[in-house]
């Protein structure tokens, strides 16, 4: 009997770091363990990460870079959680950073007032990203389109509005105050940093805790259940892809604000990928019914910190998306749903 009782315990260890539980446990901390490595490696292989002010060049670096597509990656969350995709966001950015410009560049007599013109070069292109992304909503739900397909026309067609909207040119203002968007800082935190938390912590307590929340989960989950409970799933969907197509147009607004010009033939160049992967990376089954938005977060930090680990060790670029690609991969594997 006292061997029995001494066995027990030793039985109760094994189980606890058995092969199942440790795969589980990475099921759930796969992304953060992934990004605590990284930072460990950077701190251990870079001598000037270890200090002040490589550590705060490293961060303002890191979260300057993750911002836009933290922001795109949180829309796309939303839409994937109702088990659909959007591929239109790359374009719609470069739409909203084509037509910013034009309207507080304006010499409008309303728009030559800095302040308002300023405020209208924001809002107007969120207006217009939002429409594009009502309109992929309306392929989905009213015409029955797949989302893949449905987007895939503005994913074609939305760089080509864009630079028809510039006219193909390359439009510059390094004068005006809407750099500040990319630029400006607040008790010294960068603006689109801040914008970039806002964003995540509205649609993650709208998911948490409101009706919307619980009906796009629904939606996600089993569509035809939701439906005949009475959940309006069509609106549900037109929401979610206005709500993308708007966060697309706020990140390209940040894109061009920081880089002081606006080039439709590159703002937003494969930024439905980056969306995807930080989505994919975070958590987020594209099966539907769950939205991890705060995961959607950590995987666009973990793309963006390996991106920077790889460009510090000056690894050849073809090498280094082959590298990026297998790390996204094994995160993915980690990351991936337990099956019942």
Do not use: C
Not at 74 to 103: E, K, Q
């Amino acid at each position: 009997m006292a061997n029995l009782n001494h066995v027990a315990p030793q039985q109760h260890m094994l189980r606890r770091f058995s092969l199942p539980r440790l795969l589980r446990g990475g099921q759930t901390y796969g992304v953060v363990g992934t990004l605590v490595a990284l930072i460990v490696y950077n701190l251990v292989s870079t001598p000037r990460f270890l200090t002040f002010d490589g550590l705060t060049e490293a961060v303002n670096v890191n979260l300057l870079q993750v911002a836009p597509i933290a922001i795109v990656a949180t829309g796309m969350t939303l839409v994937i959680a109702t088990g659909g995709i959007d591929l239109s966001v790359g374009s719609l950015m470069a739409i909203a950073g084509a037509v910013a410009p034009l309207v507080f560049l304006s010499t409008l007599p309303l728009l030559s007032n800095p302040f308002i013109g300023i405020t209208m070069g924001i809002i107007v292109p969120l207006l217009i990203a939002g429409l594009f992304g009502l309109f992929n909503g309306f392929l989905v739900t009213t015409f029955r389109i797949q989302p893949i397909i449905a987007t895939l026309v503005l994913f074609i067609a939305g760089r080509g509005i864009a630079q028809v909207i510039s006219n193909g040119n390359i439009q510059v203002f390094r004068g005006s105050n809407f750099v500040l968007l990319g630029s400006g800082r607040i008790l010294n935190i960068p603006v689109q940093v801040l914008v970039m938390l806002i964003v995540i912590i509205v649609v993650a307590w709208v998911v948490r805790t409101t009706t919307f929340g619980r009906y796009l989960l629904a939606t996600g989950g089993n569509e035809a259940a939701s439906r005949l409970a009475g959940i309006p799933t069509d609106r549900v969907k037109r929401t979610v892809y206005v709500i993308s197509g708007v966060l697309a147009g706020l990140a390209g607004l940040i894109i061009v604000a920081i880089n002081s010009s606006s080039d439709a033939s590159n703002v937003g160049l494969n930024g439905e990928l980056d969306a995807i992967a930080a989505v994919a990376v975070g958590g987020t089954p594209f099966t539907g019914g769950q939205a991890r938005v705060w995961g959607t977060l950590l995987g666009a930090l973990l793309i963006q910190l390996i991106r920077f680990t790889l460009v510090t060790k000056d690894i050849p670029l073809p090498v280094a998306q082959i590298i990026n690609a297998a790390i996204i991969l094994f995160v993915v594997y980690l990351q991936r749903e337990r099956k019942s």
